[in-house]
């Protein structure tokens, strides 16, 4: 199956190894590489506590199966939200708080184990607590990272951040599978709240300079909605939810079923689950510095099909694996195809997506990957309690492979990739009276003089700006023609208020404006379209 446009892959940014480094050149950047990758080091710890713990509480592999989920379903729930608290709230502060959560509750399992209160729903529940906090984390550090790195450093930047999320993956299961034996799972909390609370105090260190609005804050409700529509209406953010989902469905398959793996191998003990956990990230540690020759070489879309299929055999090959010798350098290829994939996956949402939204976009983003994650740990941990872990992985992948052929047509890359620069080149109207901030809805009109010839390349074109329309937040949008002037087309479309209307002055790009001009370039006659604004009139009700 093809992949790519016809054209020739444009490569993104030199393919030299010192490229996977650069954006660590940005103090600003490289401090908060460190707070992230101390946050990941936090979560592998608590991952690998609280998997290794329901396994000593109980031997159902649906339970051991459910830590994961636990894990994920509040991202699932609260990711939306999230991501529009991060677009409209300060975002360092924002941040900081995320931090003080996960180290509340790190100390709450601290002490149910001290106590001798744990048992496995328990578990779960501090587990599901825990997991707010990374969903509250996670969209406001994706919406951060753009705006620090030039643009051509975006994927070496996000790559780096999987350097992190996959060196903590060493770091933190080696750190807590020592502690485990040495000194009791509780020290492991207790050394994740000494952690996050750290990290949290380099944050406030971070100072950042906000840009002036004349415009309020949006509201919670509303930016929710604007940041769903925007996502429903943009073509490679549709193709990116397909890609995580279908992706993180069958590969966490491995992940939530590796304490069973480990288990089952002679000899199978905590050290073996975390060497073989390890080993995982360690994998993924040397995709980083890769990756950059390989998105010279090879598109999005292609590195994602071929790190999705070697993953899938990876997986079942784990499965077979007899001791950690075969299974070792097996999980080593499953973290570098792993990487790949997910960090090409992540740069397609992320250059999909303006400043404005980025936070509820990323947060959409992050819904569907846990969702998936989240289901497809349940669904197989599920399938090894009726059949075995050997076969459950062997579907997961072989589920993985098929939903990858069934989905080609989906391609995050497109063929001219859109420039989401930010514009001031479109003015705020002026009005003859006052109109007040929550006035509305507000109805645009545009008349279009046009050579009836060239009606079905303008349609194409309308079309196009009903999707740029319903991205920057409008309620509605249809294009009329004129029954008795086949050359004369009227667009309307609708803001819920004023305050609305106005903030789509503050999210034009580069992309829309390049679109007005197509759309100019139809009308005929020396004088531009006639743009009328309309404010809806409250109109008494007998």
Aim: aromatic share 8%.
């Amino acid at each position: 199956m093809s992949d790519s446009p016809s054209s020739a892959h444009e490569p993104e940014g030199p393919a030299l190894p010192q490229a996977a480094f650069a954006p660590l050149a940005d103090p600003v950047f490289r401090m908060l590489w460190v707070v992230w990758f101390t946050a990941n080091v936090c979560m592998a710890m608590n991952d690998v506590a609280a998997a290794w713990l329901m396994s000593t509480l109980t031997t159902s592999p649906v339970m051991v199966a459910l830590v994961q989920t636990a894990a994920t379903l509040p991202v699932f729930l609260l990711g939306l939200p999230s991501g529009a608290l991060a677009d409209i709230l300060d975002r360092r502060r924002y941040f900081v708080v995320t931090q003080f959560w996960v180290a509340v509750t790190a100390l709450l399992l601290c002490l149910a184990i001290i106590t001798d209160a744990i048992n496995p729903t328990l578990l779960l529940m501090l587990v599901f607590l825990n997991g707010i906090g990374l969903a509250m984390r996670w969209p406001v550090y994706s919406a951060i990272v753009p705006g620090l790195v030039p643009r051509v450093q975006l994927p070496a930047a996000l790559a780096l951040n999987g350097l992190a999320m996959n060196a903590s993956r060493i770091v933190g299961p080696v750190f807590a599978g020592a502690l485990i034996a040495g000194a009791g799972t509780e020290w492991v909390f207790v050394i994740n709240v000494v952690l996050s609370v750290i990290a949290a105090f380099l944050i406030l260190r971070w100072k950042t300079v906000e840009e002036p609005s004349a415009l309020p804050g949006e509201r919670f409700i509303g930016a929710m909605r604007v940041g769903v529509q925007h996502v429903r209406q943009s073509v490679p953010m549709r193709a990116v939810l397909v890609r995580v989902m279908t992706f993180f469905g069958q590969s966490t398959a491995l992940i939530a079923l590796l304490p069973l793996v480990a288990r089952g191998m002679h000899g199978g003990s905590a050290g073996t689950y975390t060497l073989l956990f390890a080993s995982l990230g360690f994998g993924a540690i040397l995709s980083v510095f890769l990756l950059p020759r390989m998105r010279h070489a090879r598109s999005r879309d292609q590195l994602i099909r071929d790190g999705s299929v070697v993953q899938a055999l990876a997986m079942v090959a784990a499965g077979i694996s007899p001791n950690v010798y075969v299974a070792v350098p097996v999980m080593i290829v499953a973290g570098m195809a792993w990487l790949t994939v997910a960090n090409s996956i992540s740069v397609a949402a992320q250059l999909a997506l303006p400043n404005w939204v980025r936070a509820r976009g990323m947060s959409t983003f992050q819904v569907a990957l846990m969702g998936g994650a989240g289901a497809g740990a349940a669904v197989w941990g599920q399938v090894a309690s009726l059949t075995s872990v050997r076969i459950s992985l062997a579907l997961a992948a072989l589920t993985g492979v098929a939903a990858l052929w069934l989905t080609r047509h989906y391609r995050v890359e497109g063929a001219v990739p859109e420039d989401l620069t930010p514009s001031k080149d479109w003015k705020v109207p002026v009005t003859a009276l006052p109109v007040q901030p929550d006035a509305g809805p507000v109805m645009t009109t545009i008349e279009y003089l046009i050579d009836p010839a060239r009606a079905a390349e303008f349609r194409a074109v309308m079309h196009e700006s009903r999707s740029s329309r319903l991205r920057q937040g409008a309620l509605s949008w249809e294009l009329f023609r004129d029954t008795k002037d086949p050359g004369r087309f009227v667009e309307y479309f609708v803001d819920e208020s004023w305050v609305e209307h106005l903030r789509r002055f503050d999210r034009v790009t580069a992309s829309d404006v390049a679109l007005r001009a197509r759309r100019l370039s139809f009308h005929l006659g020396e004088k531009p379209p006639v743009v009328t604004r309309y404010i809806a009139e409250p109109v008494r009700r007998d």
